[in-house]
């Protein structure tokens, strides 16, 4: 700022910041009929549905919110619950500028949605699978127990999902690391050394492996090549889908929640097909994630490497 | 949560520079083939990946790392914790764990974008390259190797003779004209150069192939190294047998896969099966498990036996180990109802001793106390301290051993006259072995019937 009103010398201070803000202001209205033509032209689009668009911001919120409890209680306020909720909307603000951080309460709504989908389509419990049955049922007392407690993670997941929250330790590690970040750069000096404290003691206390997306993709891991089972999402749930599709194709698990999406069909089929699930069985999982679609005869010719092929070319491997 | 059950396949610990200072199996295999050395900075890209973010950011993460060790695509689960900054021992490193380990083969390269590749490589190390015409004689030529000089003048001087004129095809014979295709990819050799030269000649021209001539690239199997004078290499590079250093590697990976998809099948992952197949299975993998154990044993013995081996010794505490080697064999013990007795939690000895090779023959003798003591025994790993002198010692309830079992019983491949129950004979040979390189001693005291106590004895702290 300063720099700029140094160099335009013939300008008045005021002046170039009323010409910024206007200049910010047209921009908004430029992009006013898109963004709304959109919305209202596409009222089968269940990315920005206003569901989806409440649930990432209720969710951004309570990540502001738990933050600044941490913040509140290191400080030893004396209402940090009403210390939080003050500030919560602009902390919110900042961290809903991070792309990623977005992304992935954007892409947990659309899993979300699909879960709600399912149950209601085709009766496929959001918690208990058939997949985690067996698992649960398993001889072997470490696929058990970890089946267990992915069971458990993914019956809380629902609950705050229900409540549009998301513990911060449910996570990943990079997307914590850059909302610790963002909150650092949001507190004042004054309450630095508080916020320290609550910093280093999420940090402490926080652990991937234990998180419903480190469960989810451990259990996965060690199924190895049997895996493909969870590509069935009639017979895995859409938690395990998803992890077990971002796994098997090479893309982020983000990116592979919102290849669920009715704009990502392509996406979707490619990547089953990159997974090496057969032209069938990616029809039957079409029957419960998109009822109303049927796939092109052609599809059948598609070769798994070169799904896989077109896959990797794709600008958007990762999320961000 | 946090109180599920955990096995881990592998731990590691790396250093605040990202090395990797111990890594067990089949990690450390892992960390060799991606070209890395132990201890040396992490070598598996998506490891080092991980470790760093996890060191930089304070967090506890936990990821499925995918790798390729020239065989195989491995995907592995990695939780890597880092150990604090406060904890200035651990020098702020990070403590890896694998949870598991799936291998698939790598996907065969398309033929053409490795043809491709090849010959990109070609152009970039060629240390001759010329354009000839269709009748492979030399329109230009190009040389940046010294030893090459008299080849490229005497090419760049004769316009009427084919370049195939002035080198020599060992391969080859000598026939005065050969097609293209038969030099491409051939050996030659070169007066003046001590060198070996690999052909490529590309085809230019379209639609008949070669109708505009070739390009003709000499790529040398060696770097260019004007005469030094050779180190006498003769003695060393021979020493013994090779079935550790050149088998083992080539051995392991099948077997490990052998047991990867044996424990997949036994422990249905893949879906349900009838428990015949299911006990089948899991005979295959504890097999497997054997073989590796022998091929680790064979590779130990090539390790102590060669006259470089040498130990790094360390400060350590024989209690920390002792409680490590019942942790690890803990399980094993509980399968035979054998009480695994280790040194208190609040007891402490230092030894001046490698850590990694204590740990090692302490594995090995509490492995061996449990496989040959009756069930329903106890095991106890015991501490004393005997003037500068160390001692930690594993005494079992088992039969023991006479005076001339005793005698022998270090020797190498002795068995004891037992057979078929999985040892290779190795272990208390290749353990003496490492103690006596750790400069301490191995010993045992028994009577035959009432059990037997094995002795690892090692310099004191300094």
């Known amino acids: 700022m300063i720099d700029r009103t140094a160099s335009q010398s013939d300008e008045a201070p005021v002046e170039a910041m009323l010409r910024e803000a206007l200049e910010q202001g047209d921009a908004v209205l430029d992009t006013i009929g898109p963004i709304l033509g959109h919305l209202l032209a596409n009222d089968d689009d269940t990315l920005f549905t206003e569901e989806i668009v409440a649930r990432v911001r209720g969710v951004i919120l309570h990540i502001a919110w738990q933050l600044l409890m941490a913040q509140g209680k290191a400080a030893a306020t004396e209402d940090p619950d009403l210390f939080a909720k003050n500030h919560r909307e602009a902390l919110a603000a900042n961290l809903a500028s991070h792309q990623a951080l977005l992304m992935h309460c954007h892409a947990l709504a659309v899993e979300w949605h699909l879960t709600l989908c399912l149950d209601q389509g085709s009766a496929i419990d959001p918690v208990l699978t058939p997949l985690l049955q067996a698992l649960v049922a398993s001889d072997d007392e470490a696929t058990a127990a970890s089946a267990m407690t992915a069971l458990a993670s993914q019956a809380r997941f629902i609950q705050h999902q229900r409540r549009m929250e998301l513990p911060i330790n449910e996570l990943p590690g990079d997307l914590l690391h850059q909302a610790l970040l963002i909150w650092r750069g949001h507190v004042d000096d004054d309450a630095g050394a508080a916020a320290e404290i609550a910093e280093r003691e999420l940090r402490a206390s926080f652990d991937e492996s234990a998180g419903r997306l480190g469960l989810l993709s451990r259990i996965v891991a060690s199924m190895g090549s049997g895996a493909m089972v969870a590509l069935s999402v009639s017979h895995a749930g859409a938690a395990m889908f998803i992890t077990a599709l971002a796994i098997a194709s090479n893309q982020d698990r983000d990116i592979a929640a919102l290849s669920t999406n009715n704009g990502q069909m392509a996406r979707l089929a490619l990547a089953l097909r990159a997974a090496g699930v057969e032209a069938k069985a990616v029809e039957e999982q079409f029957f419960h994630v998109h009822p109303e679609v049927t796939l092109p005869d052609v599809f059948k010719l598609l070769r798994s490497d070169r799904a896989a092929a077109m896959l990797a070319a794709s600008i958007r491997n990762a999320a961000g | ?462």
């Open chain 2, 1 to 462: 949560m946090a109180g599920a059950t955990r096995t881990y396949l592998a731990e590691a610990r790396s250093d605040a520079r990202d090395q990797l200072i111990e890594a067990q199996e089949p990690l450390a295999q892992l960390q060799h083939r991606c070209g890395g050395e132990l201890p040396g900075i992490i070598a598996i890209p998506e490891l080092l990946a991980l470790v760093r973010k996890s060191r930089t950011y304070g967090l506890r993460l936990a990821r499925m790392i995918q790798a390729v060790d020239g065989d195989d695509v491995i995907k592995a689960w990695v939780e890597v914790s880092p150990s604090g900054d406060e904890d200035e021992a651990s020098g702020g490193g990070c403590t890896i764990r694998v949870a598991n380990w799936q291998l698939t083969p790598l996907p065969l390269e398309d033929a053409s974008q490795n043809e491709a590749r090849k010959l990109a490589i070609d152009r970039a190390l060629a240390e001759l390259t010329a354009r000839l015409d269709t009748d492979q004689q030399v329109l230009s030529v190009e040389s940046t190797a010294p030893d090459l000089a008299e080849l490229a003048a005497a090419l760049h001087g004769a316009s009427d003779k084919s370049w195939t004129e002035f080198v020599s095809f060992p391969g080859l014979g000598s026939q005065k004209k050969m097609h293209w295709r038969l030099l491409d990819g051939a050996e030659c050799a070169v007066e003046g150069s001590e060198r070996r030269w690999n052909v490529t000649l590309v085809p230019l021209g379209q639609p008949e192939v070669a109708s505009a001539g070739f390009e003709l690239y000499l790529v040398a199997q060696s770097p260019y190294s004007p005469r030094l004078v050779e180190p006498d290499v003769s003695g060393e590079a021979s020493i013994g047998s090779s079935i550790g250093r050149d088998l083992s590697p080539v051995l392991r990976q099948p077997i490990a896969r052998i047991i990867a998809n044996a424990e997949t099948i036994r422990t249905r992952l893949a879906g349900p099966l009838a428990d015949e197949y299911s006990n089948y299975a899991a005979d295959i993998a504890s097999a497997g498990q054997h073989l590796l154990a022998l091929i680790d044993d064979l590779s130990d013995l090539e390790i102590v036996e060669s006259e470089q081996f040498s130990t790094a010794p360390d400060l350590i505490d024989l209690a920390d180990v002792g409680r490590r080697a019942a942790g690890i064999l803990g399980v094993r013990a509980k399968e035979r109802s054998i009480e695994l007795i280790a040194p208190p939690q609040e007891e402490s000895l230092k030894a001046t001793a490698e850590f990694r090779r204590v740990l090692q023959v302490l594995l090995n003798l509490v492995g061996n106390a449990i496989r040959y003591s009756p069930e329903g025994s106890q095991v106890r790993i015991e501490l004393a301290q005997d003037g500068d002198r160390t001692k930690v010692s594993v005494a079992d309830n088992g039969p023991g051993l006479t005076r001339e079992q005793q005698a022998v019983v270090f020797g190498k491949f002795e068995r004891l006259g037992r057979s078929g129950d999985g040892g290779s004979g190795l272990g208390l040979y290749i353990s003496r072995r490492i103690a006596r390189a750790m400069g301490g001693e191995l010993s045992v005291e028994s009577t035959a019937g009432e059990g037997a106590r094995f002795i690892l004895e090692l310099p004191g702290a300094a």
